[in-house]
């Protein structure tokens, strides 16, 4: 079956935290939801950004288009495995990432993000 979403109504998590709820008004305006368990939410969280930047790349015939998110904070912390850090990175309006970084990873990541950026050629969007 397929339902064409209009918008996003609600958004909560199941009271034992088991799976999450997206609530929507259909292209007709009745509403329903859809209901995902925690096992797939974290699958279809890696799924939507390759998903979205295929889309505008199909949308606008540009495949030198990326979906970037604007960085408003960022935070390192220790894991609880010594051998990683974690890395949280977040937006203005609350969307948070976070990505564990192997001990391996760390130093190169610092050393690029201080080098200057090689000259490329920037098109609008």
């Given at each position: 079956m397929?339902?064409?979403?209009?918008?996003l109504?609600?958004?909560?998590?199941?009271?034992?935290?088991?799976?999450?709820?997206?609530?929507?008004e259909?292209?007709?305006?009745?509403?329903?939801?859809?209901?995902?368990?925690?096992?797939?939410?974290?699958?279809?969280?890696?799924?939507?950004?390759?998903?979205?930047?295929a889309?505008?790349?199909?949308?606008?015939?540009?495949q030198?288009?990326?979906?970037?998110?604007?960085?408003a904070?960022?935070?390192l912390?220790?894991?609880?495995?010594?051998?990683?850090?974690?890395?949280?990175?977040?937006?203005?309006?609350?969307?948070?990432v976070?990505?564990?970084?192997?001990?391996?990873?760390?130093?190169?990541?610092?050393?690029?993000?201080?080098?200057?950026?090689?000259?490329?050629?920037?098109?609008?969007?």
């Amino acid at each position: 079956m397929e339902i064409k979403v209009r918008s996003l109504t609600t958004c909560e998590v199941a009271a034992d935290g088991g799976a999450i709820s997206l609530g929507f008004e259909d292209a007709a305006g009745n509403p329903a939801a859809v209901s995902i368990s925690l096992n797939q939410v974290g699958a279809l969280l890696m799924t939507l950004p390759g998903l979205l930047e295929a889309a505008l790349k199909a949308r606008y015939g540009d495949q030198s288009l990326r979906y970037a998110y604007p960085l408003a904070s960022w935070v390192l912390e220790q894991s609880t495995d010594t051998t990683q850090r974690i890395i949280t990175l977040a937006t203005e309006d609350g969307f948070k990432v976070r990505f564990s970084i192997p001990k391996t990873e760390q130093g190169p990541l610092g050393e690029a993000l201080t080098q200057p950026m090689p000259v490329v050629t920037v098109r609008p969007n």
